[in-house]
């Protein structure tokens, strides 16, 4: 038999449960329990539920734990949202890391100090504060969907401290090493390649380059898709933003190398295998690699091939903005950032340019 005390209404004493139990009706009619063997908890819990009902403001289930939910994130957001690569790793990051953390907490009763020591687990085990500073945006953006869909109040990552990795410096290659590299694989069938990476396009769109795209005659080229390789699969997809859609305007050098390859067969791609097949990535960076290991230069990621244009242009007082569109940066500031250490090497330069006008 239960006891209802006088003048809370529908807070009340279960004898058999030996626990308070305050209730609620939403306004579909169900109604909700909270029980604790703590008064003031299920008072202040009716107040808070009843208090959201009169804002509109949807209550969060109880039941769904962290595990259900970032499945259902996955599926019904991160799935049909983002690209494959970024899917991939946004998978990879919750299966691995968070789920077998924090999995089994209900998502109503998952706390910052719960998040904070995942974060501190994860820097113990090795992990770099780049890799921990990932899982903290992914977990973030996961949460802020659960609070938009009113299934908790609020995100508790906004009150956790991510770790914040230290900025890495790009390895580049130098002007000389550019030239050297160059000369090394002027003959090879990827030659063209290299040099439109060092135009400072990624390597999906260099591969996804498509034959219409090319304007040799006007010096263009238009980058409009991308080639993605996933556990071994191809496939095209679009360009990394909407900045990533550009023209670019090509060099002499870039001209003539594109000149003399031979696409083969039907393939809308501009570089193909032998056969017409789309380029492996894999067989291009293990081309890459040896060459660099062959004649003596730093072996660094095919990337920085990109980073290498960005760099030597900053260096030559190639105004940022250029540098920001010939890369497809969504914002100037992204260029900055990851350049700004070439940025100090320019101030004496810019001191004497000064010192020219004051004098």
């Not at 009340?12 to 003031?40: C, F, V």
């Not at 090394?184 to 439109?196: D, F, M, S, V, W």
């Not at 997809?237 to 003539?256: C, E, M, Q, V």
Request: charged letters at 25%.
């Amino acid at each position: 038999m239960t006891r209802r005390t006088k003048g809370e209404g529908s807070i009340y004493w279960s004898r058999s449960e030996q626990t308070w139990i305050a209730e609620i009706t939403l306004p579909d009619g169900r109604r909700k329990k909270k029980r604790s063997k703590d008064k003031k908890v299920v008072q202040d819990w009716r107040i808070e539920q009843q208090h959201k009902i009169s804002l509109n403001i949807p209550l969060a289930d109880e039941k769904t734990s962290v595990g259900e939910y970032l499945d259902r994130f996955l599926s019904d957001v991160v799935e049909h949202t983002l690209k494959p690569s970024t899917i991939r790793s946004y998978r990879y990051l919750i299966d691995k890391h968070i789920k077998p953390s924090l999995g089994h907490t209900k998502l109503a009763k998952l706390s910052p100090g719960q998040i904070q020591r995942l974060y501190s687990d994860k820097l113990n085990e090795g992990l770099s504060p780049r890799t921990v500073a990932y899982i903290h945006s992914v977990l973030r953006r996961a949460l802020n969907q659960a609070v938009k869909w009113g299934v908790v109040y609020r995100n508790p990552t906004d009150a956790v401290t991510a770790p914040r990795p230290t900025k890495q410096v790009p390895v580049t290659l130098s002007e000389e090493q550019v030239r050297q590299f160059l000369r090394a694989t002027k003959q090879h069938n990827y030659y063209p390649i290299y040099i439109l990476a060092l135009h400072g396009l990624r390597k999906g769109e260099i591969l996804g380059l498509r034959k219409d795209a090319v304007n040799l005659k006007a010096g263009t080229l238009s980058v409009t898709q991308t080639l993605v390789t996933i556990q071994g699969r191809q496939s095209f997809g679009s360009p990394k933003s909407a900045a990533a859609k550009r023209k670019i305007t090509l060099s002499k050098t870039a001209i003539d190398a594109l000149k003399q390859y031979q696409s083969v067969g039907d393939s809308e791609l501009f570089f193909t295998t032998s056969v017409g097949t789309p380029i492996s990535q894999r067989n291009l960076t293990r081309h890459f690699h040896n060459t660099l290991e062959k004649i003596g230069l730093p072996k660094i990621p095919f990337h920085n091939l990109r980073n290498t244009c960005a760099t030597l242009l900053l260096q030559k007082d190639v105004h940022p903005k250029v540098v920001q569109d010939l890369l497809g940066h969504a914002s100037i500031t992204l260029t900055l950032d990851t350049y700004s250490h070439v940025i100090p090497s320019m101030h004496s330069e810019t001191a004497d340019k000064l010192n020219d006008i004051l004098s």
